[in-house]
């Protein structure tokens, strides 16, 4: 027998089909708004989030108390009729007794999609029933929910967590979302369709959704579909456990009895179950030959059993028992700490510290500088505190550092161990090396004899004449002066069109030349002063230009250019210009005199360049650059090129072209380096404040690094003839040092700081800028910011 569904009608048609149009807009709306929200199937129990937060009840469509009524359209409306005040009024179209028409209708009503929208609130307490009724609106057209299978075959997405609208899954893989900034979609689907970004809200419609919607608050976004999603109740309840540190499944028992899988008797299992041999059963001749010697060693009482070692140990140690302290008689021997060291006290408050000190106590604006310039450094300050005056005891504040000294007081105690300890006595001078006297190691400058003033900017290099009559000196005024030593006097002047970067006298005593570096140009310069003889030699050599029948590299071309003075330089004592095509800063002398080199720091590859005078070339050595070169040097016996750069100096073989050893100086930036006489030791200075000595014959790095000056260090050299050496700084000191180099090679240098020179006037930040050393004489020349050249003897 057919099961028959009873559908009711109200009497008042007219208001009944108001009813179902209120609904159907209203359904129409939610379901504009909650297009992407996933509809879930109500009929197997499960939870619906499309309508949280709204009081709403829901039966299945086994309940006989839910019926259906259809309007004109053929929509269904839910109803839940549980007063029975309404009228019965059976269809016509029932009483026909058409099973075939009944059976389709029933066959539709179960195969209903499950999407329940509710109406609102207001309409649903209007109308007058005695209990809440739940009203479903179908509309075939616009609805994407499930639709029913013909034949009774079962839905494909039946038994799943989704329905066709959450099945819009972003296909783009684990990757970061703001690629899709810049465009209208947010991905692709799996059918490769693009999925819009939803439009984006202003945060005026947001406030108004905050305000409106009971359910903003468990609203989320989806960053990968961009859509909203909203949380149920299962959801923000797992939510709530796992920022609470909890476990997220709420059926989870933490505190399960323990049942003891493993048992604890530790099982004694053989490794391996081979039988015994044969052998092992027969006795073994060995074994009886070494057990009577055993037992005659015992006999004997050479040989001793466990029993009686054990026992002689115990006899050996004494009693178990002791006393806890040393002895019970006395009470102060009774204390833990036997010998207690007494805290310190600190020294009586002096008159500095009143809260009303003598004006002369106070600090002056001087003082206070100098008290906060030493903030880093608060050892050296005379006071660990600055002095503050005040009327009276009442206005003395609380001590800031009140808290900061008592705890670090109280660490005091508990880490201080409060007992004596057994001190070795070692003498400081034990500590020391014993180095010779000073007054052993003369002769050495010790007072400032000349100074040498005529410039007007700083002097940044000076050299002497091999003989030692002449000095010259290149300064920032353009100026090259030439300087007679004896007297200070000026002898001549020569000026250039740019700033002298450095000059250097030829070592060669035959030759009468000086080489300044100005800006791009290198003069070669005659003096005239001297052996007239001497000058006109000069002057000869330097006339013309050797026939070369070599084709020079086009890189050299590019990079320097000989030529010869003319005009009023020919008349100031210029004879050859060797023009760079970058600023020169440094230039140095072989010690023949023949070959002179170049450094240009922004030359890159080109920075060194090696010039030979007998023949007018240049040459490149290197082809490729390992750091900004610094300063170069020749070596004074070997053909040896010495390279500095920022941080290390390499050493070239200029026969072999080859690098032979590089020298690591751990510091940051190098200023100035100066060879030895006799080759096998290099002095360092760097504007850290360090100078570094190196034993070419012994290492890599530095023999010995002296920290003698408060400021960089910016030039270095060594005497010719004595064991001196000296360093100018930025301090404005020059520190002349002994440095004893010794023929024998399992004797190790001795360095020893003689003087301290310190004439020169500090200008901006500048000190004494370069220093060398008389050829023949124990002197020493150094120029500085201050404009003045200054002889020490």
């Known amino acids: 027998m057919t099961k028959k569904l009873t559908r009711k009608r109200n009497v008042k048609e007219t208001e009944a089909s108001k009813d179902v149009a209120q609904v159907s807009e209203t359904s129409d709306n939610e379901g504009n708004q909650d297009l992407l929200q996933p509809i879930k199937d109500n009929s197997e129990g499960e939870d619906t989030t499309d309508d949280e937060g709204i009081d709403q009840e829901y039966h299945s469509d086994s309940s006989s108390n839910l019926e259906f009524e259809s309007d004109e359209d053929g929509n269904y409306l839910a109803k839940n009729d549980d007063s029975g005040d309404e009228d019965e009024v059976n269809d016509s179209d029932e009483e026909s007794g058409e099973s075939d028409q009944s059976s389709e209708n029933e066959h539709d009503l179960k195969e209903v999609p499950k999407p329940i929208k509710s109406t609102n609130n207001a309409e649903t307490e209007d109308k007058p029933t005695t ?30 967590d989704t329905s066709d609208e959450e099945d819009i899954r972003n296909t783009v893989g684990n990757i970061p979302m703001h690629w899709y900034d810049e465009y209208k979609h947010i991905g692709y689907d799996w059918d490769a369709k693009k999925i819009i970004k939803p439009p984006k809200s202003d945060q005026i419609d ?11 608050w468990r609203t989320v976004k989806d960053p990968q579909t961009g859509q909203e999603v909203l949380l149920t109740d299962a959801d923000i309840a797992l939510i709530k456990r796992v920022n609470s540190a909890r476990i997220p499944n709420p059926e989870h028992n933490e505190y399960e009895p323990w049942i003891d899988w493993f048992t604890s008797e530790v099982e004694k299992m053989p490794i391996k179950n081979v039988p015994d041999h044969k052998r092992s059963f027969l006795p073994s001749v060995s074994e009886k030959k070494k057990v009577s010697r055993m037992v005659h060693a015992l006999k004997m009482g050479w040989m001793k059993t466990m029993e009686e070692v054990e026992r002689e140990k115990q006899e050996k140690r004494g009693p178990k028992f002791y006393m806890l302290w040393e002895t019970d008689t006395s009470r102060d021997q ?35 500088k100098e008290w906060l310039k030493l903030k880093d450094e608060p050892h050296k300050r005379k006071l660990h505190f600055m002095p503050q005056k005040f009327k009276s005891l009442r206005e003395v504040p609380a001590y800031s550092r009140y808290m900061r000294e008592r705890f670090l007081r109280c660490l005091d105690l ?11 006595n070692i003498d400081a001078e034990y500590l020391i090396p014993k180095l010779p006297s000073p007054r052993d190691l003369q002769p050495f400058p010790t007072v400032e004899s000349l100074v040498y003033r005529g410039h007007t900017d700083l002097v940044r290099s000076v050299s002497v004449e091999p003989k030692g009559e002449y000095l010259v000196s290149g300064s920032d005024d353009k100026t090259v002066k030439i300087w007679e030593i004896a007297t200070g006097r000026c002898i001549r002047t020569i000026e250039t069109d740019d700033v002298v970067r450095c000059v250097a006298w030829c070592p060669n005593a035959k030759l009468s030349i000086i080489a300044v570096a100005t800006g791009y140009r290198l003069l ?12 006109k030699k000069t002057d000869d050599l330097l006339a013309e230009a050797p026939p070369s029948d070599v084709i020079e590299n086009e890189r050299i071309k590019a990079a320097v250019q000989w030529s010869n003075a003319e005009g009023a330089e020919q008349e100031k004592g210029v004879r050859v210009i060797i023009t760079h095509f970058k600023p020169i800063r440094q230039v140095t002398w072989h010690g023949r005199g023949d070959y002179l080199a170049t450094v240009m720091p922004e030359g890159a590859n080109r920075s060194a360049l ?49 690098l032979i050893k590089k020298l690591l ?30 034993d070419l014959d012994l290492s890599t790095k530095p023999y010995q690094t002296m920290r003698l000056h ?15 050496f000296a360093s100018g700084s930025d301090d404005q000191a020059v520190i002349v040092s002994h440095g004893m180099v010794y023929n024998d090679l399992l004797q190790n240098p001795l360095i020893v700081p003689l003087k301290k020179l310190q004439t020169h006037e500090k200008r901006e930040e500048f000190g004494v800028l370069d220093v060398t050393w008389h050829p023949v004489q124990p002197w020493v020349f150094s120029t500085g910011a201050d404009t003045t050249i200054r002889l020490y003897t």
């Open 710 to 724: 408060r400021n960089a260090v910016r030039s270095v050299a060594f005497h010719l003839r004595y064991p001196l």
């Open 334 to 368: 009774m204390r833990r700490i036997h010998d207690p060291v007494s805290a310190p006290k600190r020294d009586l408050p002096g008159h500095a510290e009143s809260y009303n000190p003598p004006p002369e106590y106070l600090f002056d604006e001087k003082e206070t």
């Open 610 to 658: 090696i010039h030979q005078l007998s023949k007018r070339r240049s040459q490149i050595p290197f082809s490729k650059s390992k750091g900004l070169i610094q300063c170069v040097l020749f070596h004074p016996i070997k053909p040896c090129f010495f390279v500095a750069t920022q941080h290390n100096i390499r050493i070239y073989d200029l026969v072999k072209q080859e």
């Open 665 to 694: 100086t751990n510091s940051k930036w190098i200023s100035g380096m100066s060879i030895h006489p006799k080759g096998d030791n290099l002095l360092v200075s760097t504007y850290d404040k360090k100078m570094l000595w190196f």
């Open 524 to 535: 070669l310069v005659n003096p005239k002063v001297g052996d007239k003889v001497l000058i």
């Open 414 to 424: 508990y880490l201080c161990p409060r007992a004596k300890r057994v001190k070795l």
């Open 206 to 216: 947001d406030f108004l959704r905050k305000i409106e919607d009971p359910n903003f």
């Open 131 to 160: 209990s809440r009724t739940v009203q479903v609106v179908q509309k075939p057209k616009k609805t994407k929910g499930k639709v029913a299978q013909p034949g009774g075959v079962k839905d494909e997405y039946e038994d799943s």
